[in-house]
């Protein structure tokens, strides 16, 4: 087996502590890896071909998204319990690494994407476009980020429903699926659904993850495949307008500024990682 595939568990690792944090994407690791066009593809082709078995059996899709999966499901809940704890005693210090990792992101993906070859040659009239696609994802994040719908009910309605939204959150850079859960008041509830093995909460819940990433990632394939950079620039916007969601529980400028820099350093250590291993 090639090295790369050997490392793809550990991306999944990677992705995996994200989605376990409110205010980080896993799919904001994924960019930085340099596999989330891969991940996309991956599960549209997976849900495209879902009554197809012998092809999607024999597909590398199928396999990457195997070998992805282990490692997110080992890094999330390894770490769901404990991320829990500390933001739970520790909030302005996770906060203010949350912050640094999704600011060290943006600085990354914005670099890439400034340094592309479509976007040196797109004719500067069309940047407008690319701007307001960045306008647009960053007031949609900043919204959603600094929302207070709170729920006090934990149905299956609604614990089917948060499982669409956050797992639509956590495959889209910028918003984080566990922060979606807490502003549904559902992210402790579901942290003690999995320490309590409580298989009716979580089968409920996993229905509409499975659910909210067949539609969510054959919508994504589509726009990343039509409009590359404007997507692109959206996704950015989501980065930016996103860190309200973090900073706005952040009480120390001396803390912010420690442990962002900790967090920004993190996401410079896993890009290097991943380019040096495209």
């Known amino acids: 087996m090639k090295k790369k595939n050997l490392l793809i ?5 990677f992705m995996g502590i994200s989605d376990s944090i409110p205010g980080v994407s896993g799919a904001t690791i994924a960019l930085i890896l340099g596999i989330y066009e891969n991940f996309i593809s991956a599960w549209s082709f ?22 992805l999966y282990i490692g997110v499901f080992l890094g999330m809940f390894s770490t769901l319990g404990f991320i829990d704890f500390l933001i739970n005693n ?18 990354f993906l914005g670099s890439d994407l400034f340094k592309n070859v479509d976007f040196k040659n ?3 009239s069309k940047y407008v476009s690319f701007f307001i696609s960045a306008a647009i994802g960053f007031l949609v994040a900043f919204y959603i980020s600094g929302a207070q719908f ?3 009910q934990h ?13 639509s959150a956590m495959i889209v850079p910028g918003i984080s699926g566990a922060y979606v859960l807490l502003l549904l008041n ?5 942290v003690k659904a999995v320490n309590d093995f409580n298989f009716s909460v979580l089968i409920t819940f996993v229905l509409g993850i499975v659910l909210g990433l067949a539609s969510m990632s054959r919508l994504l394939k589509w726009v990343l495949d039509k409009f590359y950079l404007a997507t692109m620039f959206f996704l950015m916007g989501l980065m930016v307008g996103g860190l309200r969601a973090p900073i706005s529980k952040i009480e120390n400028f ?17 890009e290097r990682f991943g380019r040096n291993n495209r």
């Open 90 to 107: 520790y909030q302005t210090s996770v906060f203010s690494f949350f912050s640094g990792l999704i600011i060290g992101s943006i600085f």
């Open 9 to 13: 568990p550990l991306y999944g690792v």
């Open 46 to 67: 997976v849900f495209t071909n879902l009554f197809n078995f012998k092809t999607l059996t024999k597909s590398r899709e199928l396999r990457f998204l195997i070998m």
């Open 254 to 270: 001396v803390s912010f500024l420690i442990f962002g820099l900790v967090g920004a350093t993190v996401i410079v250590i896993i």
């Open 122 to 124: 797109t004719h500067k």
């Open 186 to 190: 559902q992210y402790s509830y579901i």
């Open 155 to 167: 149905g299956f309605l609604i614990i089917f429903s948060s499982g669409f939204l956050a797992i």
């Open 150 to 152: 709170l729920l006090e």
